[in-house]
């Protein structure tokens, strides 16, 4: 099982970013995948998750209204599109799924929301 993460970077605040995590090692179809995020000194909190083939999403109060998540099961990828970026959303962000009880993850992204 992989999950790698990219997308991203140093980001004023007020702009833009689209995170993505390209899975690999199981049946990404078959699983709901989520995104979360850790804040410097923080624990690690949900941002946002969808259902295997899409039909649901779900979101973080601090995400809603500037965050879409989306996926393609043809390409074995989940997406985060983040607008509006405030400096509290820098973090180090992370895709993850849960298998039999067990939590994968990548070795996340990070965010840096700064001007």
């Known amino acids: 099982v992989q999950l790698v993460e990219s997308g991203g970077g140093l980001v004023q605040p007020g702009g833009s970013l689209r995170l993505s995590c390209a899975a690999s090692?199981?049946?990404?179809?078959?699983?709901?995948m989520s995104w979360y995020r850790q804040a410097p000194g923080k624990e690690r909190e949900l941002v946002a998750r969808?259902?295997?083939?899409?039909?649901?999403?779900d979101y973080a109060d601090s995400m809603k209204g500037r965050g879409t998540i989306s996926r393609d099961n043809a390409k074995n990828t989940v997406y985060l599109q983040m607008n509006s970026l405030k400096p509290e959303d820098t973090a180090v962000y992370y895709c993850?799924?849960?298998?039999?009880?067990?939590?994968?993850w990548g070795k996340g992204t990070l965010v840096t929301v700064s001007s």
């Open positions: 993850n799924f849960v298998r039999w009880g067990m939590n994968y």
């Open positions: 090692g199981f049946n990404f179809s078959s699983y709901s």
């Open positions: 969808i259902t295997s083939y899409g039909s649901s999403t």
